[in-house]
């Protein structure tokens, strides 16, 4: 989303032979999404990991258009609540994918990570603004953590026996409806929604496969 608001091209591709794959730590051994590599000369790359570093970078390397309010205490309003999102739902959330299948899944992970993920909702409820976006009435680098977010959140929650964290909160509510009148948010909207169906088609073939093999 930062990318696309910058007009900037990026080499978008998915961890060799997937995450935790010998392929993908022979490019760099701490297996982490996203992970980006930074051309820093002839020969030379960089590599930076951690969604919020990522994004100071992309900020930073191009600055037009800005993506960090310029008042001092929105850009701190800002990192806030990009801070709420990644630390106090998103780690949550990450804890609970593994417990997907309500076979393995063990109901106590879940429910400490629905309370998590409550807690965080509680307390972007407080800071969010009542009208505009994250911080101010343009795009911010907060608006492009929170948008991948929401819309996790979003659609696992069903998955989980969880209510929409939504429901209850007017605030984060109308901030989401907002968010996705914007044609940047709106697009990463619609390509997370096209990979998250690719996969769960790919998985269920995947089973199917296994489970026609095994009763053969």
């Known amino acids: 989303m930062a990318f696309y608001a910058k007009g900037t091209a990026v080499d978008l591709f ?3 032979d997937g995450l935790g794959s010998p392929a993908y730590k022979a490019l ?3 297996v982490k999404v996203p992970t980006l590599w930074i051309s820093t000369g002839p020969g030379q790359i960089a590599v930076l990991q951690e969604s919020l570093a990522i994004l100071e970078w992309i900020d930073d390397a191009f600055p037009d258009p800005p993506l960090k309010p310029a008042d001092p205490l929105t850009r701190a309003r800002m990192r806030m609540l990009m801070q709420i999102a990644d630390q106090s739902i998103m780690s ?3 804890t609970m994918f593994p417990h997907r299948d309500l076979k393995s899944r063990d109901a106590r992970v879940v429910e400490r990570g629905l309370a998590g993920i409550a807690d965080g909702f509680d307390r972007l409820e407080h800071h969010l603004p009542d009208s505009g976006l994250a911080a101010g009435d343009s795009m911010t680098l907060a608006d492009c953590v929170l948008m991948p977010i929401f819309y996790l959140v ?3 929650m069903p998955h989980f026996g969880g ?3 939504l429901a209850s909160r007017n605030k984060c509510a109308g901030y989401w409806q907002r968010l996705l009148l ?3 948010a709106s697009r990463i909207h619609g390509e997370m ?3 998250l169906a690719a996969a769960r088609a790919a998985r269920f073939a995947r089973e199917a496969a296994e489970r026609d093999a095994a009763s053969r």
């Open 14 to 16: 998915p961890p060799p």
């Open 28 to 30: 760099h051994p701490f």
């Open 92 to 94: 949550w959330l990450m």
């Open 154 to 156: 979003l659609d696992f």
């Open 163 to 165: 209510d929409s964290p």
């Open 182 to 184: 914007n044609p940047l």
């Open 193 to 195: 929604a096209a990979h």
